[in-house]
């Protein structure tokens, strides 16, 4: 697999996760042999670019990348987060982003209802705002403008919704769909409308349209019912980062880029971003990048290796004393990861 640890915390939390992704992998009988890039805003500084030009081409060499996070201080994000990130989902056609979210026993979070959450966003990966389309115009003028097109194609919300009305039924059954039909009349008709098609052939699976401001006031205050959420790419975005505080915090929310179906390297990454405000200090929760690192092995065909990873994260979580600041704790990022390759070496 490849692995691009990245800025600020991504190569803290990629590095406290490969020992126990190796070992999870070695107890189902399987070797990971991690090539490792030095992508990112300090490749930036020295070159100009964050990868280099053919960075998509190198990743299909792979099964599946990791990926820390990408972002500094003293680079603009949009240079690096398209440079990097958004420019291997769009290059590479990784038309689906996943992001389960759950409740771990002795996380303590927002929410009030003890029985907690257990659902995963669906987010369409290449269009919606993130499209790339615009301009600026008048530049340092009073009428200086910015113009953002956001496209929605059938066939990007067709892969999405297949991935996700799938996805339903291996879980409870239902799917919410996560729209704006209301106010912005175009795009969001089109993914009603072929959402409801795609519903039609999924007869077992039930699917109800939410707006998204609705949407938001759900995650709050009933997110138990809900089981697949279906968004385009700008509501993913911003709802993953709330649902990932109900599971307490971006430090325990992972995620995967995939092409369902499709000729390409999936990529895994925790859902958060560089945290240049704890960078550096090694207390980074590594359990989101842990989390992502079970889904890629569940991607690669070792799916026992996964499920060790996940019930070894659960078991140290389950102690306090193991929490990362974020969680309320004062465990460092190695202290959390040596405990949890601790429980995965003594798995069976
Ligand atoms: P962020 O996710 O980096 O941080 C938000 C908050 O969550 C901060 O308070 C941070 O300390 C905390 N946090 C994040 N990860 C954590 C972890 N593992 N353990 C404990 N606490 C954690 O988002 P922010 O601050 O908006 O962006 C920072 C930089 O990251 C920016 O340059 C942004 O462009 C970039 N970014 C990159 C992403 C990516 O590489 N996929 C995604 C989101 C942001
Ligand atoms: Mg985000």
Not at 9 to 26: C, D, I
Not at 62 to 68: M, T
Not at 192 to 200: I, L, M, N, R, T
Request: negative net charge; proline residues 6%.
């Amino acid at each position: 697999m490849a692995v691009i640890p990245g800025d600020g915390v991504g190569p803290e939390v990629v590095s406290a996760s490969l020992p126990v992704l190796r070992a999870a992998a070695a107890r189902a009988g399987a070797r990971l042999d991690p090539v490792e890039f030095d992508w990112g805003g300090e490749r930036y500084l020295r070159t100009g670019r964050a990868m280099p030009a053919d960075g998509a081409e190198i990743l299909r060499g792979f099964p599946a990348v990791l990926f820390g996070a990408v972002g500094r201080p003293d680079v603009p994000d949009h240079e690096l987060v398209w440079g990097l990130i958004i420019g291997v989902r769009q290059a590479l056609d990784l038309a689906v982003n996943v992001r389960p979210v759950q409740s771990w026993a002795g996380v303590r979070t927002v929410l009030r209802e003890p029985d907690g959450v257990d659902l995963v966003i669906v987010r369409e990966n290449t269009e919606g705002e993130y499209v790339g389309v615009g301009g600026r115009a008048h530049a340092a003028t009073a009428h200086e403008l910015g113009i953002e097109v956001a496209v929605h194609s059938r066939t990007a919300i067709l892969r999405a919704a297949r991935y996700a009305f799938d996805l339903a039924r291996s879980r409870r059954g239902r799917v919410s769909l996560v729209t704006k039909s209301n106010a912005l009349r175009h795009g969001y008709t089109l993914w009603d409308a072929v959402v409801a098609e795609v519903a039609a052939a999924y007869p077992d699976v039930e699917c109800e349209q939410v707006l998204v401001d609705a949407m938001a006031v759900r995650l709050v205050q009933q997110p138990r019912d809900l089981d697949v959420l279906l968004c385009s790419n700008l509501f993913g975005d911003i709802l993953s980062d709330l649902a990932a505080v109900l599971a307490g915090g971006m430090g325990m929310a992972p995620s995967a880029n995939l092409l369902p179906d499709g000729d390409a390297p999936a990529l895994f990454e925790p859902v958060h971003g560089s945290a240049p405000d704890i960078a550096g200090r090694g207390v980074a929760n590594p359990v989101a990048c842990m989390l992502s690192g079970a889904m890629l092995l569940d991607h690669v065909g070792l799916p026992v290796a996964g499920r060790i990873v996940r019930d070894a994260v659960a078991t140290a979580l389950r102690d306090p004393a193991r929490h990362t600041p974020d969680l309320g704790g004062s465990a460092t990022t190695k202290e959390l990861a040596a405990e949890i390759l601790a429980v995965v070496e003594s798995s069976t």
